[in-house]
């Protein structure tokens, strides 16, 4: 069973950065596949990054790419994504969402795909 609790949000100026985590309490985070989307208020849960089980090949929104950067550590059931140059418009709730694959290579962008999800964790971002 996969139980993702993510952290690290919170409130920001605009240019500054956050680091969020999400951490897996159960012992098979190396079958998943993870990624972060986010959802403001009145908008749709979007993709923001992906990562491969490996951690060797990632994906990124165009909105984000370039500021931001999705890890993870096997070792420590943890993903992580490190966001910079934070803009105002990055203000929503983050979710980390893990889906199980036998590939070590692929992700996912699509967010029917993924078969957890986190709690999510508010990044606000002001002017």
């Known amino acids: 069973q996969v139980q993702l609790v993510e952290s690290g949000g919170g409130l920001v100026q605009a240019g500054g950065s956050l680091r969020l985590s999400c951490a897996d309490s159960?012992?098979?985070?190396?079958?998943?596949?993870m990624g972060w989307f986010r959802q403001a208020p009145g908008k749709e849960r979007e993709f923001v990054t992906a990562?491969?089980?490996?951690?060797?090949?990632?994906n990124y929104a165009n909105s984000v790419k370039g500021r931001f950067t999705i890890s993870r550590d096997n070792a420590k059931n943890t993903v992580y994504l490190q966001m910079n140059s934070l803009k105002p418009e990055d203000t929503a709730v983050y979710y980390c969402a893990a889906k199980f694959t036998y590939s070590w290579g692929n992700y996912y962008e699509d967010l029917a795909q993924y078969n957890y999800w986190g709690q999510g964790t508010q990044v606000t971002v002001s002017s």
């Open positions: 990562i491969s089980r490996n951690g060797g090949n990632t």
């Open positions: 159960g012992r098979t985070f190396e079958s998943y596949a």
